[in-house]
C-alpha cells in the first residue's frame, strides 16, 4: 500500500493549484457551463486547454493539449479542482462521449472537422441513441434510414436527447440495414439539428424540468459520408462510449462534495434548541453515508491502482454506477429528511434552501438511477460478467423448450 | 502510488490460505464446535509454524514486527476458513497492548512467548465502549475489582490485558488469585469468550496514558474484525454463486433467474467497496495517524451492515438447504453475526465516529 504519488507528481499538483489560485477569477459560475456554454465558460475552456486542463490527452493536431495519458495526472488535476470548488472543463455528451469515438473510430477528415470545436464548446452534440420502444434493449431501436439518390432518409423518433434543443449537432443510431440481425443493422450517423425534418419537443420530468427532449425524425436527409464507422456496425461504434457514459457516472469527488454538502446543511439547519445534526437517529444516518463514500472512495483509489498495472477495473469497476447512484441518492434523501417539514418546499417558495437544489437532486438522481443502463441491468452485468452466472435464456430458447415439452 | 496489497502480502494471503485449506476444514470447524473449548491447537500450530503469532511482536523482542494490515489479510482469511483460533486479542491486540503500553520487563517476559507461540493473551476492554449488565473494573493500590465481560481469545489464555474504568489497562495471569473466570457461549462457537470477575485481583498496570493505548486497541480490533467479516462474506457469496449454478428448479438453473442473480448481485455490489475500506482502515492504523480511529470506525460499522445483509442473503439464496446444519453454512452466518456485535455494534461505533468529528454535542 503506497498511497503517496511521488515527487514528480507532488510538482505537478503544485503546478495545478498555482494555476487555479491564479486564474480561478476568471472560473465561470457553474450554471453557465450548461448545454449551451455562456462565453465565459467558452473562455475558460479554452484557457484550461491551453495549460493542459481539459482535454489534456487530446492531440495537439485536434485542438487538444496533446499529453501523454497519465492517469495520476489526469486524477491530480479532478482532485484540485474539485478541491478548490473550481469548475473543470466543459463536461458533455460531445465531449465525453462522441470525442473518444471519433478518436477510436472516426476518418482522419472527421477528426479534423469535429474535435476542436466540440472541445472548444464551439459545437454541441446531442445523443440519439434510445427510443420510446428501446430503452434497456437499446438493440431494439426502429428509426430507420432508408437510401434515396446517395442519402440516407431518416425516418422515427428519439428520446433522452438531453441538450437536443441547444445542441448544433446530433450522433445518432439508426437501423440502416433492415434485414441485417437485431446488432448488425444500425449505423452511427452525425447530422446538424438544423436539417428540415426534425422536431424537438422538451421532455418534462417529475423534477418540474424538461432536462430532456424527444426528437422526431421526418424525412430527414443526410449525405452518405456524415457516418462513423461503416454501415451496420454502429452497435460496435456506440459501444466504445457507452463505457464512457458509465465511467462518467460513477465520480467520488462528485459523492465528496455531495456529502460536504450534506454535513453543512446538517450542522446549519436549526432544529428546535439545536442544529439538525444534534439528532441522534439523522446523526447515524449522516455517519452511515459518510463510512459508504469512504468505501467508494477507495473502491476508486484501487480501480485507479489497477489501470496504471495495466489490469482490468474488475469487479470494483462493475459495482460503480449501481453503487454510486444509490449513494448520490440516499445522501439527497437524508438532506430532505433532515429540512423536516421544510424539505419538501420547491418551486421558489419563501423559506425554500439551496434553491430546491435538494429536492431536484433527489428526484433527478432516480433519474440517474434508471438512465444509462437501469440498476437492475447494472445487476445483470454484474452477476454475468463479474460472477459469471448463467445467462437468462433467450425468449426464443424458451419458446423452444415449452415446444419440446408439449 | 499503488492501492492494494504488496506482494509479500498477497504471498502471505495465499500461503495462510492454504494452510486453513488444509488444517481446518469444514469437518474440523465442526468437530471444535462441539467441544466446551472450540479453539484448535491444530490450527493454531499450522499458523505458528507460518510465523502468524508474532506478526505484530517487534522484532527486537522476536517477532516478525508487521503492520495491521498485514494482519488483517490474516484475519479475512481466517473468517474465510471460519477458523476456530485464537487471533483478534492474542496475536493483535495483546501485542500491540504491551509494545505500546508495557514495561520494558512486561514487554521482555511476555512479547517472545507471544511471537513463539507459547503464550497467549486474553484481552478484555468491551467496558470502554458500552457498560452492560452494570459491568466494569475499578483498580486502586494495584488490584482489581469488578467485572469485565467478553475478555476475547479467553480459553486457554495464560494471561489477560483488562481495561478499567478509567481506560488504563492491566495485566494480570489467568490463575491469579481473585479472579474468577466464567466462559461465555455464543452463536459463534469457532470463538471463545469470558467473563472475569475480580475480586482484589492483583494486576500489573500497564502505562498510564490517558486511555490512548485503549483507542489503539478498540481501533485494530475493529479493524481486524472488519477483516474478518470481509472474508466470512467473501465466503458466503461464492458459496451462494457456487449453488445457484448447481441448483435446478423448474427446469433451470436458479442462478439464471433475475431474482435469484441480482441477489447475488448486490451482495457482490456492497461487498467489493467494503475490501478497499478495510485495506484503507488497516493501512491508516500505521501509516495515517489522524485518520485511523475514523476509518476503522467506518470500516467496523459499514462491514457488520453489508455482511449481515451478505449472511441473510447468502443463505437466502441456498433456499431450505442454507437453513440446515447440513451445509454448515450457518457457522458464517454466525461469525459475521459475531463481528457485528464485538467491541461495539454499528449504532455505538457510528456515535463514536460522529463525536471524533466533533458532532456531538459534549454529554
Not at chain 2, 517472545?112 to 452492560?132: C, D, F, M, Q
Not at chain 2, 456492497?270 to 492504523?285: G, T
Not at chain 2, 449472511?311 to 461469525?335: C, I, N, P, Q
Amino acid at each position: 500500500m503506497d498511497l503517496n504519488y511521488g515527487p514528480e507528481y507532488d510538482v505537478f499538483r503544485k503546478q495545478v493549484r498555482a494555476f487555479i489560485e491564479a486564474h480561478s477569477h476568471l472560473a465561470p459560475p457553474s450554471a453557465d457551463r450548461a448545454a449551451q456554454p455562456s462565453s465565459k465558460a467558452v473562455e475558460w475552456q479554452k484557457l484550461l486547454i491551453e495549460h493542459g486542463y481539459a482535454a489534456r490527452t487530446i492531440p495537439q493536431e485536434y485542438g487538444g493539449y496533446g499529453a501523454e495519458p497519465d492517469i495520476l495526472q489526469s486524477r491530480i488535476i479532478a482532485e484540485e479542482f474539485a478541491r478548490a470548488r473550481v469548475p473543470g472543463g466543459l463536461s458533455n455528451q460531445g465531449i465525453s462521449m462522441f470525442v473518444p469515438t471519433l478518436l477510436e473510430l472516426g476518418t482522419e477528415e472527421q477528426k479534423r472537422r469535429w474535435i476542436e470545436p466540440t472541445l472548444k464548446g464551439d459545437v454541441v452534440w446531442c445523443q440519439g441513441y434510445s427510443e420510446p420502444g428501446a430503452g434497456s434493449d437499446l438493440a431494439n431501436l426502429k428509426t430507420s434510414a432508408h437510401i434515396e439518390n446517395g442519402e440516407f432518409v431518416i425516418n422515427g423518433q428519439k428520446i433522452w436527447t438531453s441538450t437536443a434543443k441547444q445542441a448544433d449537432m446530433i450522433f445518432c443510431l439508426v437501423r440502416t440495414e433492415p434485414d441485417a440481425p437485431k446488432h448488425g443493422g444500425i449505423s452511427y450517423l452525425i447530422f446538424s439539428m438544423d436539417t428540415p425534418g426534425i422536431e424537438v419537443r422538451p421532455l418534462k420530468t417529475m423534477t418540474g424540468h424538461a432536462e430532456f427532449n424527444e426528437t422526431f425524425f421526418t424525412d430527414v436527409r443526410v449525405p452518405m459520408h456524415q457516418i462513423v464507422g461503416q454501415r451496420g456496425q454502429g452497435w460496435f461504434v456506440a459501444n466504445a462510449t457507452l463505457g464512457h457514459e458509465r465511467g462518467m457516472l460513477g465520480d467520488p469527488d462528485a459523492l465528496e462534495n455531495r456529502l460536504q454538502a450534506l454535513i453543512a446543511l446538517m450542522q446549519e439547519e436549526r432544529l428546535g434548541q439545536g442544529r439538525a445534526i444534534d439528532n441522534p437517529v439523522l446523526r447515524d444516518r449522516l455517519v452511515a453515508l459518510q463510512a459508504e463514500v469512504a468505501a467508494m472512495k477507495y473502491n476508486g483509489m484501487r480501480i485507479l491502482s489497477n489501470s496504471l498495472r495495466g489490469e482490468p477495473g474488475g469487479m470494483a469497476k462493475l459495482i460503480v454506477k449501481l453503487q454510486s447512484c444509490e449513494l448520490a441518492h440516499q445522501i439527497s434523501a437524508l438532506a430532505i429528511d433532515a429540512m423536516g417539514e421544510l424539505g419538501i418546499l420547491y418551486h421558489n417558495s419563501p423559506r425554500e434552501r439551496d434553491g430546491g437544489a435538494w429536492q431536484w437532486n433527489y428526484m433527478f438522481q432516480l433519474g440517474l438511477i434508471i438512465g444509462g443502463g437501469t440498476a437492475q441491468i447494472q445487476k445483470n452485468i454484474i452477476a454475468e460478467r463479474g460472477l459469471e452466472m448463467p445467462r437468462e435464456p433467450k425468449t426464443a430458447d424458451m419458446a423452444r423448450q415449452k415446444q419440446g415439452a408439449d | 502510488m499503488d492501492f492494494g496489497l504488496s506482494q509479500d502480502q498477497q504471498m502471505l494471503r495465499d500461503a495462510v490460505s492454504r494452510c486453513l485449506a488444509d488444517s481446518s476444514p469444514l469437518s474440523h470447524v465442526r468437530e471444535c464446535a462441539e467441544r466446551d473449548n472450540p479453539l484448535s491447537d491444530q490450527v493454531l500450530q499450522a499458523l505458528n509454524d507460518l510465523g502468524v503469532a508474532g506478526m505484530l511482536v517487534p522484532e527486537e523482542h522476536g517477532g516478525l514486527g508487521m503492520t495491521l494490515l498485514d494482519a488483517a489479510v490474516v484475519a479475512e482469511q481466517l473468517g474465510y476458513a471460519v477458523a476456530p483460533v485464537p487471533f483478534l486479542a492474542s496475536q493483535v491486540l495483546a501485542p500491540i497492548a504491551l509494545r505500546d503500553a508495557g514495561n520494558e520487563e512486561q514487554k521482555a517476559h511476555w512479547l517472545p512467548k507471544i511471537a513463539s507461540g507459547e503464550a497467549r493473551i486474553g484481552v478484555a476492554i468491551s467496558e470502554t465502549i458500552e457498560v452492560r449488565d452494570g459491568a466494569g473494573v475499578s483498580s486502586a493500590a494495584g488490584k482489581l475489582n469488578g467485572t469485565a465481560l467478553y475478555a476475547l481469545d479467553f480459553e486457554g489464555a495464560d494471561a489477560y490485558i483488562v481495561a478499567d474504568s478509567g481506560s488504563r489497562l492491566h495485566l494480570l495471569g489467568a490463575k491469579a488469585s481473585g479472579l474468577e473466570a466464567i466462559a461465555l457461549t455464543t452463536i459463534d462457537r469457532t470463538r471463545s469468550v469470558g467473563e472475569l470477575r475480580f475480586d482484589g485481583a492483583e494486576a500489573e498496570p500497564l502505562a498510564d496514558d490517558g486511555g490512548a493505548t485503549v483507542a489503539r486497541l478498540r481501533d485494530a480490533g475493529r479493524v481486524i474484525l472488519a477483516a474478518d467479516s470481509l472474508g466470512a462474506g467473501q465466503a458466503m457469496i461464492e458459496k451462494a454463486v457456487d449453488y445457484a449454478g448447481q441448483r435446478e428448479q423448474f427446469g433451470r438453473l436458479i442462478g439464471s433467474f433475475q431474482a435469484v442473480k441480482h441477489m447475488c448481485a448486490e451482495m457482490a455490489a456492497q461487498h467489493e467497496p467494503c475490501r478497499s475500506l478495510v485495506w484503507y482502515a488497516a493501512h491508516a492504523f500505521d501509516a495515517v495517524p489522524n485518520e485511523a480511529s475514523l476509518v476503522a470506525c467506518h470500516a467496523k460499522s459499514h462491514t457488520a451492515e453489508v455482511y449481515r445483509f451478505v449472511a441473510r442473503t447468502s443463505t437466502e439464496v441456498h433456499g431450505g438447504m442454507g437453513f440446515t446444519d447440513l451445509l454448515g453454512l450457518h457457522y458464517w452466518f454466525k461469525r459475521i453475526g459475531f463481528d457485528r456485535q464485538v467491541l461495539g455494534g454499528p449504532e455505538a461505533v457510528r456515535a463514536e465516529a460522529a463525536a471524533l468529528q466533533g458532532w456531538t454535542k459534549a454529554a
